[in-house]
């Protein structure tokens, strides 16, 4: 029997499945109608294979953070065909989008939207909470990826006793609680100095990528191009190039 602390299976890939996990068929964006139309994204084919960690980049305006929106299934394509994980977005009602979100995706923006009056490992359960653990499994859950980040210290701190890279760890443990199958990272060091940066992206790096994992990471911090495994630069929405990068060990 399916407990409430057993993620929904119905539409959660098996961790078995390797190669592809986001493909993109002729994406295309549009905001907007007449003459107020605007084209956002044109024509994107794209594919994200597990196992890496790849950089989304360009300058603002591009059409980065619409195609990654699209991808995390928070926005809906005018035209052409997203498959996310096996599934088909692209065919799937809003209620069932909710649910593939909440199973199989774990987010990380810019701002770290933790709830202030939350302890640093009630934020990071936050996601189990929500999906029906018992607060105790949770908590632990949680404390383990706050452990796993280099917060063992602060499980019981809140975000105001926080600098801004350690509530960014907070944010990435929060993303990863649930085991998603795809990380999506908008910005993550954009609020932070070089260093706190760099700590966030090797941290990523570290505990976000898997090879049953997807991780993509929109950024225009070429400050932290070299964590990527590959660079897919994007202009005017659409894909200019795509660059596999040597990563050291």
Same mark, same amino acid.
């Not at 933790?114 to 996601?127: G, I, M, Q, W, Y």
């Not at 909470?129 to 383990?144: D, N, Q, Y």
């Not at 706190?196 to 090879?211: E, N, Y």
């Given at each position: 029997?399916?407990t ?24 295309t ?27 989304l ?60 009056? $939350?302890?640093?490992?009630? /934020?990071?359960?936050?996601?189990? =909470?929500?999906? @029906?653990?018992?607060?105790?499994? !949770? +908590? %632990? #859950? ?7 980040v280099? $917060?063992?210290?602060?499980l /019981?701190?809140?975000?105001?006793? =926080?600098?801004? @890279?350690?509530?960014?760890?907070? !944010? +990435? %443990? #929060? ?75």
């Amino acid at each position: 029997m399916m407990t409430a602390e057993t993620l929904n299976t119905e539409l959660r890939s098996p961790r078995s499945e390797v190669g592809v996990a986001v493909r993109l068929n002729q994406v295309t964006k549009e905001f907007g109608t007449g003459d107020t139309k605007t084209l956002a994204l044109a024509d994107i084919n794209l594919e994200l294979p597990y196992g890496e960690l790849v950089l989304l980049v360009g300058p603002s305006g591009c059409g980065k953070t619409t195609l990654i929106s699209i991808v995390a299934g928070l926005l809906d394509a005018t035209r052409g065909e997203a498959e996310v994980l096996g599934h088909n977005l692209t065919r799937m009602g809003n209620s069932r989008k909710v649910r593939f979100r909440g199973d199989n995706i774990g987010f990380v923006f810019q701002q770290y939207n933790l709830l202030p009056a $939350l302890t640093a490992a009630e /934020n990071a359960s936050v996601p189990l =909470l929500i999906s @029906g653990w018992s607060r105790p499994k !949770a +908590i %632990a #859950r949680a404390t383990e990826l706050l452990v796993a980040v280099g $917060l063992k210290e602060r499980l /019981n701190s809140y975000p105001n006793q =926080l600098s801004g @890279g350690q509530q960014q760890r907070v !944010a +990435i %443990a #929060r993303a990863l609680v649930h085991e998603p199958r795809l990380l999506v990272c908008d910005e993550p060091t954009a609020a932070l100095d070089a260093a706190s940066g760099r700590t966030v992206m090797d941290l990523i790096r570290k505990v976000a990528v898997q090879p049953d994992r997807a991780v993509v990471v929109v950024t225009h911090d070429s400050r932290v191009y070299d964590f990527g495994d590959r660079i897919v630069s994007m202009g005017d929405g659409r894909i200019e190039r795509i660059e596999a990068k040597a990563v050291p060990a």
